[in-house]
Each structure stands twice: as structure tokens, then as C-alpha cells.
């Protein structure tokens, strides 16, 4: 079973326009991460923030975490064309006896020039 | 650092058929994971190595799936007498595991289609 839920599941913007997605899971966790994915390709990460962490930046990325709510953030500020592809969160949680990770179903980005 | 690359990139088989994969890692990782990966859906974790030790396997892994990591460096995943619920993306990742934050790099994929 998935353990995290991207909402929303789908997002149209246009370039220069930022671009937002949140997340959601239920167990208490080790770090998130962020992964974006082009059509049918594989996962690119982007940014890893930790349990401790409560905000994170990487170029035009924010991530914020909420340990509390159990959720997390990701910023895409000044999009561009190239940034359409789907974006997962994934979660490492304190209960498991190795390091898999758990996967949202992810939300779709659309980028138009 | 040439990433994980998986191979084949696409493999188009018929019910009842077996299939391999193989996973090269990032050549420093000693982790190595499977994940596989349907239309729509997020990654769901099969199983993962650390060096040649199949540490943990995930329900998901039925006994049709066999995956081995002879000397601890590439991965095969095997899948016996195929079937059409088994149509996915078959991804492989490695990561280093003294880090204390791990970060998982992910190879490009096998899609397969099972006719």
C-alpha cells in the first residue's frame, strides 16, 4: 500500500508561474523525499528533507515539512516547459526494518510556454 | 559516476513466459532496491539488497519472483510463467548506506508487456 498522497493529483500552470503540490502520509518518518518524473522514464531526485527539518531550498525548490500534520510541500518557483512531468513524495518510515520507501500515486504538472 | 542502468529498456513477452532484468548500480552503493511501478500509480517496493544479502521482500513479491545479487554489485530480478497482471515498469535504485540521509538514485526502467 502507498503511504503518501499528492494532492493535487493534477496541476496546469503557465510558464513563470509557480508551482505547488502537497503531500501527505501517515506513519511517522526518517526523511521525504521529492522525485520528478518525465513520461515513462525514471525517477529524478530532487531534494531530501529530514524528520528534523523544517524547511529546505534547492535553487528554485522550496520543501517544507510539517511533522505534526504529517505533511510536506513542494515549491517549483518561475516554472518552465521543462518542468512538466509527475512529482512524488516519498517517505522512509521510523517503523520499517530497512530503508524502502513508500510512494504517493504523485501529481501531474503541466507546464504551457 | 555513469547512475544505475537497467537493462532491457523495454520487454514485450507472452503469458506464461519468464523474463529477466538485470540492475547495475552506481559502482560505490552497497544497497540496491526493485520497485515496480503501474500506469498511474507511485513506485511500490519489491525488495531490496545490501551487498549480496536479500535483507527484505515485500508481499508483492510473489514466489514467481526470484532476485539475486551474486557478488554484490549488478541485480537480476526473474519472473516465471508470466502473466498479464504483471505489465509494469520494473525500476531498479542503489544507494550508499553509511550516509545518514539516504538518498536513492533511480536506473530508467524495464516497461513490460506481458501479451
Known amino acids: 500500500s502507498q503511504q503518501g498522497e499528492e494532492d493535487p493529483q493534477a496541476l496546469s500552470i503557465q510558464e513563470g508561474e509557480n508551482a505547488t503540490m502537497n503531500c501527505s502520509y501517515k506513519?511517522?518518518?526518517?526523511?521525504l523525499q521529492w522525485y520528478r518524473q518525465n513520461s515513462g522514464r525514471g525517477l529524478v531526485h530532487l531534494i531530501l528533507i529530514r524528520s528534523n527539518e523544517r524547511e529546505k531550498h534547492s535553487g528554485r525548490l522550496r520543501v517544507t515539512l510539517d511533522t505534526s500534520k504529517k505533511s510536506s510541500s513542494l515549491l517549483i518557483t518561475a516554472s518552465r516547459a521543462a518542468d512538466t512531468a509527475s512529482y512524488f513524495c516519498?517517505?522512509?518510515?521510523?517503523?520499517?526494518?530497512?530503508?524502502?520507501?513508500?510512494f504517493g500515486k504523485g501529481t501531474s504538472l503541466l507546464v504551457t510556454p | 559516476d555513469t547512475g544505475v542502468s537497467q537493462d532491457p529498456r523495454h520487454k514485450i513477452t507472452k503469458r506464461g513466459q519468464n523474463v529477466t532484468f538485470r540492475c547495475d548500480p552506481i559502482s560505490e552503493h552497497n544497497r540496491l532496491y526493485w520497485y515496480r511501478q503501474t500506469l498511474g500509480q507511485g513506485p511500490e517496493f519489491l525488495t531490496y539488497?545490501?551487498?549480496?544479502?536479500?535483507?527484505?521482500k515485500s508481499r508483492l513479491l510473489s514466489d514467481r519472483f526470484s532476485a539475486e545479487r551474486p557478488k554484490g554489485s549488478f541485480s537480476t530480478l526473474e519472473i516465471q510463467r508470466t502473466e498479464q497482471g504483471d505489465s509494469a515498469m520494473y525500476l531498479c535504485?542503489?544507494?550508499?548506506?553509511?550516509?545518514?540521509?539516504?538518498?536513492?538514485?533511480f536506473g530508467p526502467g524495464t516497461r513490460l508487456l506481458v501479451l
Open positions: 506513519t511517522s518518518i526518517n526523511n
Open positions: 516519498a517517505t522512509d518510515a521510523v517503523s520499517n526494518s530497512g530503508y524502502a520507501l513508500n
Open positions: 539488497f545490501q551487498n549480496e544479502a536479500q535483507l527484505e
Open positions: 535504485a542503489s544507494s550508499l548506506a553509511n550516509r545518514p540521509q539516504e538518498t536513492q538514485y
